[in-house]
């Protein structure tokens, strides 16, 4: 397993149809999905413990990550440090009453991973620069997406401009079930949720992630992604799903 470090990014005034999906659950409850920026992953010790070194001054959180690199557990609050401040975490659920045992953890034992000196490490995934690329090239085409016999069916979207063309296979994508409160193919914030993971990976995910996936057709042999297309799927999900992370303010402090 291996912790993913995230850094929140505030609205620029944008209106956030321009940056949600316009009919999911992600609009409906802003709150609930912060867009957010990749500043790296840290292995996870044996014992648990991680040992990061991260930019002050803005907000951070982090992710728990499988071996698929899909997240499964998420702090919900928000961490912000102050440069030079060395801050230690024991646990949500601890007793705050009581002092922690004094336990040398082993990843204090060795140097942090450092993302306040890698800026150009940082990473941002939306749909509109980086999965409606792979979803041009490698799905809304003729024997595929586009050919009036797959679900969801692109063909809709072709013979109009690029930016409104991607646009409406981001729509289609996040759209709500009907008759159901749960998006149909990809639930932001949660690719291990989300059918369309199931799609692309097939029989390489354990089939206990969800009920919902063990019945995806996967993709045929000829149709395969590639291991950094998929990571970059699954990073957009599980950071939210957005469609244009431009939209955000970006922070460009590297005090830590």
Known sequence: MANSVLEGLPLTGKGKNEVYH???QTSQNDFLITPRRILGTAPIEKDGSFHVRVPAEIPVNFQLLDENYMAIKKQEAWTWVMGNENRGCIGCHEDRELSPPNILVDAVTKPAVDFSKTPEKWKMVDFRHQIAPIVEAKCAIENCHAGGNVSPDL????GIDKTTSSRGVFEQLLKITEGSDKNEFVNPGSARESPLIGHLFGGQIPVEIT???KNINPLPPDKQLTEDEKMLFIEWIDTGA??????FKINSSQNN
């Open 22 to 24: 316009s009919n999911s």
């Open 155 to 158: 063909k809709q979207n072709q």
């Open 242 to 247: 957005f469609w244009d992370l431009s939209l």
């Open 211 to 213: 009920e919902e996936l």
